[in-house]
């Protein structure tokens, strides 16, 4: 049984900086990447950024050049370090970690809350 522990989310004033933690408990057969995304009230879930296990990257435009990414493989943990946060980066964001074996598995966090306040 895989489950996905989220840290560090919480209230930051814009322009202010927050490190998301997720640590993947269990043993994940065939781990292909780990991301984030985030859903604000009312709207769609959207990709923030994923990592995959070779260490490629990928961001939503809107955070290119003020989140990164990273992972410690060893682990099974990945963070989001974001940085000149923005109120409309305010949204519950949730871990995800893809396996591909026979099947596709996608796993999800609870979800940790990031306001931004003006």
């Known amino acids: 049984q895989v489950q996905l522990v989220e840290s560090g989310g919480g209230l930051v004033q814009a322009g202010g900086s927050l490190r998301l933690s997720c640590a993947a408990s269990g043993t994940i057969f065939g781990l292909r990447s780990m991301g984030w995304y985030r859903q604000a009230p009312g709207k769609q879930r959207e990709l923030v950024a994923t990592?995959?296990?070779?260490?490629?990257?990928t961001y939503a435009d809107d955070v290119k050049g003020r989140f990164t990414i990273s992972s410690d493989n060893a682990k099974n943990t990945v963070y989001l370090q974001m940085n000149s946060l923005k109120p409309e980066d305010t949204a519950v964001y949730y871990c995800n970690v893809i396996a591909l074996t026979l099947l596709r598995y996608d796993y999800w966090g609870q979800g940790t809350q990031v306001t931004v306040s003006s």
């Open positions: 990592i995959t296990k070779g260490g490629s990257t």
